[in-house]
């Protein structure tokens, strides 16, 4: 049985199932059969999502405190309840919908140094943190950035209010540029890291959302 988020649930939006970036947004709205949301706007960039009618997008939500649901959604175009919402289908009735690893879903924002040391050959960047979840971070660097998707890099950063130290190996993702700031974005997922090391990281992002919402 379907399990519908309510309204202020975060949504997660990817165009498809490989596409490693993503729009973050909230639930405005739901009914029986549709899912309104805020227009997903990309973390990185800061540019909206362009609305087309009847394109499938790929919709994450938390259901509960322990569940995370994902399933193909349609575009139906835009709503006003009273403001701009996109209008989606709704769970309910989806063939695709799964439980997906709760652990993964959650991105956060941080503010940290963090130290990149690329495995081949030792290549060394000093980088400021954007944010992080279970699976990966985001880093940025006014400097030029000299690495290439897939690459495998060992990042050191202290985790804010905890001190908690995280020692990883992760996967370069992708290298932007953001138009805006002009400044390299380096996102990384974790490739090799301690289990213990990760539950860190996501008991810090369940503190920083609990501290973001009072």
């Known amino acids: 049985m379907a399990v519908r988020p309510s309204v202020g649930t975060p949504v997660r939006i990817k165009l498809s199932a490989q596409d490693s970036s993503f729009y973050k947004t909230r639930v405005a709205d739901v009914d029986d059969r549709f899912l309104y949301i805020d227009v997903p706007v990309n973390p990185l960039t800061g540019r909206e999502l362009e609305v087309r009618v009847d394109h499938d997008l790929l919709v994450e939500y938390a259901a509960s405190g322990s569940e995370v649901y994902r399933y193909t959604a349609q575009m139906l175009g835009i709503a006003y309840i009273p403001t701009p919402a996109v209008r989606l289908s709704g769970p309910e009735g989806t063939r695709d919908l799964e439980r997906i690893q709760r652990r993964e879903f959650f991105r956060i ?106």
């Not at 690459?151 to 130290?165: C, H, M, N, R, S």
Request: charged share 30%.
């Open 109 to 214: 924002s941080i503010d940290t140094s963090v130290q990149l040391v690329r495995q081949d050959d030792g290549l060394t960047y000093h980088a400021q943190s954007l944010d992080i979840s279970g699976g990966g971070l985001a880093v940025k660097s006014r400097e030029a950035v000299d690495y290439r998707p897939d690459d495998i890099v060992k990042a050191t950063l202290t985790l804010p209010y905890t001190g908690d130290t995280l020692n990883a190996t992760c996967r370069i993702v992708r290298v932007e540029v953001d138009d805006a700031s002009q400044e390299r974005v380096v996102s990384m997922a974790f490739e090799d890291i301690k289990e213990r090391e990760r539950q860190q990281v996501v008991r810090y992002t369940f503190m920083r959302q609990r501290s973001l919402k009072r």
